[in-house]
Every structure is written in C-alpha cells, then in structure tokens.
C-alpha cells in the first residue's frame, strides 16, 4: 500500500505538528544527525552489498550468531522477504486490525490470506501468522505468556513477529535472545527508524534461525541499504543503543493528551499500551455523520494537523490514530479538536 500509511506530509503544505507519523517528535535525533553530518562523505561509495558489517555488530548485540540476523531496508523491506520467500503458503492475520502491509504482501506474492476471528490459529495452522506487538494502529500487547503458549503449541507455524514498537511500551515483551533459544518457529521483525526518528533512512532487521535468515537472504537484492543508513546503524550499535528519547516525559504527554481528548463530546479515545492510540468520533454536519477522510482534511487544510486517517484499517467508524508529540504540539491538537467537538458534537 504504497500511497496508505499515516505519514502523508509531502501532501501538504503549512503542516506545523504531524500525529500521523508513530515517530514521535520528543526524540532529540540531534547527536545522530550531527554524525551523519560528519560522514557524509560515505555517499561518494558503495555501501557494504549485504550490509555485513552491520549484521555482525548487530547479532554481537543481541548475543545472536551472525547468520541469525539480517540487515534490511526498513521494517517494511523486512515483510515483503518474508512474504516472497515463504510465497503460495497460508498466512494468518490476528483479529483485530493490524498493520496493512502484512495483507498488502502476502497478497503480491500468492499467500492465501486468512484473518482470524480469535488470536488461537487452527490446531493444524501451517504457514506463517503475522504479529504486529505492540500492535498498529491499536497500540495493543499481547501478553507474553500467551505469545509463548502459541508459539509452544503451534510448532508448525512461523510466527512473524513485528517488534518495531517496541521500544515504546512499559509492557514487557519478548526478548528475542530468549525465545528463539526455546522456539525455532519464530522470526523477529526490529525497526530502528522509529526509536531513533530516522524513518527517512529506512533501516531495520530480521532475527531468527540460521535457516530462515539464509533463505530470506535469497531473495535480497545487492545494495539494499544504503552507505547513509548504515553509518546511522554503526554509529547506534557503537553507542550501545544510545537513549535519545526521554520515555516517561513520552509516557506522561501521551497520559496527559489522552485525557484531554476523552474529556471532549463526540470523541472516544481507545485503551493503548503505547504512545500511539486511536480515536473514534461522532460529528455531524447538518444530520451527516462527518468521515475520517473529512476529518483529517479538516484538521491539516483548516489548523495544519495531520492525523492518520484510518479507513484502510478497515474501521467502518469514522477512526483517527494519534501519535503523542511535544506538549506545545499536543496543545494545538486539543484546540482544534475542541473546536470541531463544539461546532459538530451535538449537531445531529
């Protein structure tokens, strides 16, 4: 879904805070930027063609051989590998709504696509099942403790798990050393453009046995990820996974922002383990119940706010997701929305 992700800013002009995008903006990306600013002369040369060095300090972070590790462009290179490498299987999607690209890919290269009404597959499920934890858009995690009894009682599936949120809870989850030591059908997906506000260089990884790594491998192309992404990965993993995000200042906005908005006629703010939550609302215009597309039209054409309109989730309800960024930015998201509460709450 090339053109469906939240984070359409090139669409429009005039943009003063962006909550569709899950990067929030409390992450000081200063240091990073300031290295890459350093070196990047690297442009001038090709990049390492299998990001080797990369993968190896990487896998010698996690405490993983280097065939367990691949490097890729960006989580989202990440699932389409997964998907062209296990192509004309069965896949499995968890029921709630979840990230598209799972669907998006397994459908390009022939899966037969099954979304689930409960989170237990089938007994005799064989293929791959799809896990976005914490989940996208609903900012939901599953519990550890059942995650590992489907992965104990299912051995024949390959769980897929997207981890690139992870970061960002207080809820623990699985730590990938750990599990794939004690279960063999399960495949890490990990993002660094979120936690180190970089989604333009597009870096991520895939963790899992020698044996899936090196069939993923296959399909990857030459130069994938390129000189400048790299550095950033080097300059991370040198760092020790450098802390530039104050996570109990993002925790405590997204808390404080949450109420506000639970507070206003015509919204309804959903649970969430994450600094990224949904919205559903209930505004009329003239008897007419205003859609999610209008809405987000509203808020970036009328105020400069753009939000993630999420119709391609599937949600039948007018539904926005809202990613938690800086007070000052908050603050103007609880104006317009207030406004808009006034103006078409009790307009029906």
């Known amino acids: 879904m090339t053109d469906g ?30 290295y890459l600013a350093e070196h990047i002369d690297c442009i001038g040369s090709y990049p390492e063609p299998r990001a080797q060095s990369l993968g190896r300090a990487l896998a010698n972070y996690h405490g993983l051989a280097e065939s367990e590790l691949l490097v890729t462009s960006g989580a989202t290179e990440a699932i389409y590998l997964v998907a062209q490498a296990h192509r004309r299987a069965r896949a499995y999607l968890p029921p709630s709504p979840t990230f598209s690209e799972y669907a998006d890919a397994s459908q390009l290269y022939g899966l037969e696509l099954e979304r689930l009404q409960r989170l237990e597959p089938p007994q005799d499920a064989r293929g791959i099942y799809w896990l976005c934890n914490p989940n996208n858009p609903t900012g939901e995690v599953y519990p550890l403790e059942r995650l590992e009894q489907l992965f104990a009682t299912h051995p024949a599936l390959l769980f897929v798990l997207d981890s690139s949120y992870s970061y960002f809870t ?7 050393r750990a599990i794939l030591a004690c279960y063999p059908n399960v495949l890490f ?3 660094l453009t979120k936690r180190f506000a970089m989604p333009g260089l597009r870096l991520g990884y895939l963790m899992g046995q020698t044996e899936e790594i090196a ?38 906005e997204t808390a404080r922002l949450r109420s506000a908005l639970s507070a206003l006629p015509g919204l309804r703010v959903g649970e969430t383990a994450t600094h990224f939550f949904l919205l559903e609302l209930e505004l009329w215009d003239e008897g007419r119940l205003l859609s999610a597309t209008e809405l987000k039209e509203r808020l970036a ?19 926005l997701r809202i990613a938690t960024q800086r007070p000052e930015q908050s603050e103007l998201l609880i104006a317009a929305l207030s406004e808009l509460s006034a103006r078409y709450a009790l307009a029906r």
């Open 170 to 176: 207080e809820t623990e989850l699985p730590d990938p």
């Open 301 to 319: 054409l009328d105020y400069g706010l753009l939000v993630r309109d999420c119709t391609n989730f599937g949600y039948q309800r007018p539904t």
């Open 5 to 34: 992700h939240g984070d359409d800013l090139y669409r429009y002009t005039g943009i003063k805070a962006n909550f569709s995008s899950n990067v929030t903006s409390l992450t000081d990306p200063t240091p990073l930027r300031r």
């Open 189 to 191: 997906i990990a993002s």
């Open 215 to 252: 069939a993923l491998a296959r399909y990857r192309q030459p130069w994938g990820v390129g000189a400048m992404a790299l550095q950033a990965g080097q300059w991370i993993v040198g760092g020790g996974f450098p802390e530039l995000l104050d996570r109990d200042m993002l925790w405590s």
